[in-house]
């Protein structure tokens, strides 16, 4: 795959002067399963005028839970030719919540992906590609919009690929005694190589953009190795909060070891 650390902070970036905050979360079950999302909220960027258009008002409140919504449209998928069908039925572990409104300049997103272990979790964005669903088209849409064609990269079919995958930068293992998450040594050490030096801690643009990564276990956490990140209250979580200085100052931020108690 050909996405990388820097295109990661690329993302980051195209949001830059907007105040933009965006959650990674993943749970995980005590089989190896779980859930991963993606949530965004720019807000902002509504107050700002970004996502306005030549002052139409527009309102989207849903939640979309694609094994239902599968289920409901059964009859007319029936008549759709076979790879059409396969496509749709990957959609199965999907749900998507939008909530947009140019009246009270709200703009969030979240998308979540039922997994069946790490393997699957990784395929996160790949199932999503060419999917064409009009509430996953907006929320992909709005993604786009923030990236440039010079950081859109292209798929193996020759397409640009439509989804944002934070996945493909960080190597993940997760088992009843031991998590990690790191980037990855090729990433990494493109990162080092292009390091921006004109970012400053005490750069006021850097706090506009601010990234969660957040981690839930079935297992108490005896030890953790980053002091970026904090254990949850039931300590059975953790959190690590950058701003975009941190993350281009620092390509192991976010590299997280967490070793649990034993039952």
């Given at each position: 795959m050909k996405k990388t650390y820097l295109y990661f902070i690329g993302v980051f970036i195209s949001f830059f002067l907007t105040s933009c905050e965006i959650v990674q979360e993943i749970r995980f079950n005590k089989d190896g399963s779980g859930k991963y999302s993606l949530g965004f909220d720019m807000s902002e960027m509504m107050k700002m005028g970004a996502s306005k258009d030549s002052g139409e008002v527009k309102q989207l409140d849903t939640i979309i839970k694609f094994k239902d919504f599968l289920e409901e449209k059964k009859d007319s998928i029936k008549k759709l030719d076979k790879a059409q069908q396969k496509k749709l039925a990957l959609l199965k572990a999907y749900d998507l919540y939008i909530k947009a409104d140019t009246v009270s300049s709200q703009l969030k997103m979240n998308i979540g992906y039922e997994f069946m272990d790490i393997e699957d979790m990784?395929?996160?964005?790949?199932?999503?590609?060419?999917?064409?669903?009009?509430?996953?088209?907006f929320?992909?849409?709005?993604?786009?919009?923030?990236?440039?064609k010079e950081e859109t990269e292209e798929g193996s079919e020759g397409k640009k690929k439509e989804m944002i995958d934070f996945n493909e930068v960080f190597v993940t293992a997760f088992s009843s005694s031991l998590f990690s998450r790191k980037i990855s040594e090729k990433a990494k050490k493109e990162a080092e190589q292009k390091k921006d030096t004109t970012m400053t801690a005490d750069n006021p643009m850097s706090n506009l953009i601010k990234f969660k990564q957040r981690y839930i276990f079935p297992y108490k956490i005896s030890k953790l190795n980053n002091n970026n990140a904090k254990i949850l209250s039931d300590f059975k979580g953790v959190e690590i909060e950058a701003n975009l200085y941190e993350m281009t100052n620092n390509p192991t931020f976010f590299d997280v070891e967490v070793a649990f108690e034993n039952e």
């Open positions: 990784n395929d996160f964005a790949k199932k999503l590609d060419g999917q064409d669903i009009k509430e996953l088209d929320f992909k849409g709005q993604l786009k919009d923030k990236v440039s």
